[in-house]
């Protein structure tokens, strides 16, 4: 009975407490947990730009941010001035998205989801292992100054401590803030995106009004591909650019789940949650667990979440009939 | 001409309910368990058994298993992987804690661990389908994964993580450890995974195995019709995962010999996978074409470099089979989306009308 008070202590009580007695400590993690929450909210933001308009969930958005960070490095590398490699590599993705609608999606229309998905990791294959041909297996490190990006960091004075904000974690809640309010503003006043929102809201019904199904899932696909290489210049700047963050870019599927399949701001929401959920776990809770629990946290507060709200937090409900 | 079931009469209704009623399929399969069982143990070298029939065998064996799941039941699994550990870790802690047990009956009760872990992660799917469910699937991968390191028990805390394979005699033959034979560890597998494909045949058309596949078709219709979703999901999720159990303990114990966290890593959730999509979902004899074709691909497109004398690096090869086995796979989805299986099937429909294509 002692050890169990003891151990209910240890696991409801004590992480509170070591939580108001170090407060810079505190928001210090929870800044970590916000900026790596943004990064994840920037893959699922890729994935569900593509699952909103083709009902396809595109397990090779890890690769692609991959992908597009490795094609930026290796460019400048080689001599090419940055904007140029900036440039090059946009077109790059855009050439990928016309060859993933033209070879693999045109070719799958209607076919099981089961299947879609499936063809997605082929897509993933295909990628890591030309990208481990071309550019190599062993990390790169990202082009951070040369992008513009200021590496220093800023030191901010509170709760008698100091909490240190690195600039580019600041760019980077800064350009996601901003790319969804693009992606925001896109959806609803632009021609393409009412395009996009009818085609997700119902194909059919989309190729009768006149709207080529084939033109915007090539867009989608360069839409996300552009979202990949800001997340992997992001991603980059605060580790190495390696085949490692696949595995990271998983965790954005189970941002995905708390945030619904189809929902922009449920990707940002469930991302900061995630983020910042795993962080808080892992410094007030891992050593209890023996640490590491970073790599399962995401997934089974989804899976938790989803026995409660089956639909995530801003994901439609459906009525199902027979 | 040849493959035709005319003047084959059933009189009775066991005769027309039979496993396979045509005369021609059962030949058949005799035919192919009469090479698998005497041919291959006499004919072929021990690399070939020992890097080509035994993972081909433990990978089939779970590709049945995600086939009941994800073929008949409907619901989508990313937990392969790791379902197959905790059969691993039940059959190594089984065999070291009582050692005097027969090793097959450890390799089957290790199954029943891994049923009881896919039916705690089988709970989501009351309440979810389709893709969500497959994701909250990845949470059993990885915590199951982080379990395989963390905790020291599960592998006697050895220095190196691992676990090792002892040896086990049966009928006075060593069949697991360094000094079986590939021969042995063939044969016993061979015969486990035979006894199992079938009883899963049998179990597939019998009563819960079409109440799976009511839940597949469509769900509500099925509650409707009196099938009870919570015992049919939780059944198939169990069902699944014992032979995804038993084929990680057969993987450990017959063919590494010694496993650690990564021969249980999401990538090989993914190839079982492509096994059962690339073999045809909802088919037996689908997943050993699968196993077959993503098992032996890779084997031999990695001979290819040496049999024309080129000068390939061991890393750039590895890379450009991933390129191509991921472009065979879409190929594949594109061709024929409901896989080999149902090729397989079309053959077998126009030989049966063959010479004479419109005579039906």
């Known amino acids: 009975m002692e050890t169990f008070v003891a151990g209910l202590h240890a696991f409801l009580v004590a992480p509170f407490l070591d939580m108001v007695s170090l407060p810079d400590f505190l928001l210090q993690v929870i800044w970590e947990g916000f900026v790596s929450g943004i990064l994840y909210a920037l893959i699922a933001l890729g994935f569900v730009l593509i699952y909103k308009a083709s009902a396809v969930f595109n397990f090779a958005q890890g690769i692609m941010v991959v992908f597009a960070a490795l094609v930026l490095v290796s460019l400048f590398d080689l001599g090419v001035p940055a904007w140029l490699a900036l440039i090059i590599t946009i077109a790059v993705m855009g050439l990928l998205a016309l060859s993933v609608e033209r070879l693999v999606l045109r070719k799958l229309v209607n076919q099981h989801e089961a299947i879609l998905l499936m063809a997605t990791i082929g897509l993933t294959l295909v990628l890591k292992g030309a990208g481990q041909l071309v550019f190599g297996g062993e990390p790169k490190s990202m082009i951070t100054e040369e992008l513009g990006f200021s590496t220093g960091s800023s030191d901010w004075e509170v709760f008698d401590g100091i909490v240190i904000f690195q600039h580019i974690d600041i760019a980077a809640a800064v350009i996601a803030i901003i790319m969804v309010a693009v992606l925001g503003v896109f959806f609803s006043k632009t021609r393409i995106g009412r395009a996009l929102r009818a085609v997700a809201d119902d194909h059919q019904a989309a190729l009768s009004v006149g709207i080529s199904l084939n033109q915007i899932w090539a867009i989608v696909w360069f839409a996300s591909g552009i979202v990949a290489l800001v997340t992997g210049i992001m991603w980059g700047a605060r580790s190495d650019v390696s085949f490692a963050l696949e595995i990271i870019a998983l965790k954005a599927l189970a941002v995905l789940i708390l945030g619904g399949f189809t929902s922009v701001p449920g990707a940002i929401v469930g991302g900061l949650i995630v983020g910042i959920g795993e962080k808080l776990f892992e410094v007030y809770w891992g050593p209890m667990f023996g640490g590491g629990v970073e790599a399962w946290f995401a997934y089974v507060l989804a899976l938790i979440f989803l026995l409660f709200r089956p639909q995530g937090m801003f994901g439609e409900r459906h009525i199902e009939r027979v | ?360």
């Open chain 2, 1 to 360: 001409m040849f493959y035709r079931e005319a003047g084959q009469f059933k009189t009775t209704y066991e005769a027309d309910q039979a496993m396979l009623p045509i005369a021609q399929d059962r030949v058949g399969l005799l035919l192919i368990l009469l090479i698998a069982f005497a041919a291959i143990p006499l004919l072929a070298s021990d690399f070939f058994i020992s890097s080509i029939m035994i993972p081909f065998l433990v990978f089939a064996l779970a590709a049945v298993g995600l086939n009941i799941l994800m073929g008949y039941a409907g619901q989508l699994s990313l937990g392969t992987g790791a379902f197959m550990g905790v059969g691993a870790y039940a059959c190594y802690k089984l065999a070291t804690l009582f050692p005097d047990l027969n090793i097959l009956i450890v390799v089957f009760l290790s199954g029943f661990f891994a049923a009881g872990i896919g039916v705690i992660f089988g709970l989501p799917s009351l309440r979810i389908k389709g893709l969500y469910l497959a994701i909250t699937t990845l949470a059993a991968q990885f915590f199951l994964e982080w379990c395989f390191i963390r905790i020291g028990w599960l592998y006697n805390y050895n220095d190196s993580g691992a676990i090792e394979v002892p040896q086990r005699m049966l009928f006075g033959l060593a069949i697991t450890g360094p000094h079986a034979t590939p021969i042995t560890r063939y044969l016993v597998i061979l015969t486990i995974v035979a006894i199992m494909t079938l009883v899963a045949a049998n179990v597939l058309r019998g009563r819960i195995g079409r109440s799976w596949m009511m839940i597949r078709d469509m769900d509500i219709a099925a509650e409707l019709m009196g099938i009870r979703p919570l015992f049919s999901k939780l059944s198939a999720f169990a069902f699944s995962s014992y032979y995804c159990g038993v084929a990680g303990a057969l993987m450990v114990f017959f063919w590494l010999g010694s496993a650690e966290v990564e021969s249980f890593d999401i990538n090989h959730s993914f190839l079982i996978m492509f096994m059962v999509i690339i073999g045809g979902m909802g088919s037996l004899a689908g997943c050993f074409m699968g196993a077959a074709f993503i098992w032996v691909l890779p084997v031999i497109l990695r001979a290819i470099p040496s049999a024309f004398e080129l000068n390939i690096l061991a890393a750039t090869m590895e890379h450009i089979s991933s390129i191509i086995i991921g472009a065979l796979i879409i190929f594949f989805l594109i061709v024929e989306p409901h896989g080999l299986a149902r090729l397989w099937r079309v053959g077998k429909e126009k030989l049966r009308t063959w010479p004479f294509p419109y005579a039906t």
